[in-house]
């Protein structure tokens, strides 16, 4: 168990509908990333949040929204879903900004999108 | 940018040793990491080499050459558990963010 939480451990859903996954980093940890893997594509990095603010943004698409709140737990919002945007969903979490070796996965959300 | 290759897919027997290889074309360089990634679970750290040489923990041993651009993580006396995707990874420059190579699967066959 890494420490990371994130909720929910499933979702189906349809096209064109907007979903949010949640995260919690482990205590401690400022800085949460978030990652899509789906089969074709590996393991991409879409974004990172450190103490609330955005800090690094990776090939995430402009229907995709995150955020991170005061208590640094972080969300991110899934929109106009597409069959594609089936996946896994990882949250990752790092005590600084900078993570120099490791950071620690979540359990990942996987999204069926139908 | 930042790009890794790896080996797809590596069959070893348990109680083998198996060396599975990374490189990296990377405009700047901040360590290789590697993860191992059970199907359908989170990716978990294994190992982080900044500097040339050879990290030891346990069974597993991860070397790195940066005048190479090149790493491997060496697995010794496997076993069926070991069974599961190993991916290399690079941060980009500004650290923040990593980048996975596309995974390398490991079958243990007993």
């Known amino acids: 168990d890494s420490g990371v939480t994130q909720t929910p451990k499933h979702l189906i859903t349809a096209t064109g509908q907007r979903v949010t996954l949640r995260c919690s980093p482990r205590?401690?940890?400022?800085?949460v990333y978030w990652y899509q893997q789906s089969l074709d594509q590996g393991l991409q990095f879409l974004i990172q949040?450190?103490?609330?603010?955005?800090?690094a943004k990776g090939n995430i698409l402009e229907r995709f929204s995150a955020q991170q709140f005061p208590d640094l737990h972080s969300e991110l919002n899934l929109s106009s879903l597409e069959l594609g945007d089936s996946a896994l969903y990882f949250c990752?979490?790092?005590?600084?900004?900078?993570?120099?070796?490791?950071?620690?996965f979540g359990p990942g959300t996987r999204l069926t999108v139908l | 940018g930042q790009s890794l290759e790896q080996p797809s897919e590596v069959t070893a027997v348990e109680g083998a040793i198996v060396q599975i290889n990374c490189t990296y074309q990377?405009?700047?360089?901040?360590?290789l990491s590697w993860y191992q990634q059970h199907d359908g679970g989170a990716p978990t750290f294994l190992s982080y080499?900044?500097?040339?040489g050879l990290e030891e923990t346990g069974r597993f041993s991860s070397f790195l050459s940066r005048s190479d651009s090149y790493g491997y993580l060496l697995l010794q006396e496997l076993q069926m558990k070991d069974s599961a995707s190993y991916f290399c990874?690079?941060?980009?420059?500004?650290?923040?963010?990593?980048?996975f190579g596309a995974g390398t699967i490991l079958r243990v066959k007993s």
């Open positions: 990752a979490s790092s005590v600084s900004l900078v993570s120099y070796n490791e950071q620690f």
């Open positions: 205590s401690g940890d400022l800085s």
């Open positions: 949040y450190y103490n609330g603010e955005e800090r």
């Open positions: 990377t405009s700047g360089f901040y360590g």
């Open positions: 080499n900044a500097l040339d």
């Open positions: 990874a690079v941060r980009d420059e500004g650290g923040n963010k990593l980048v």
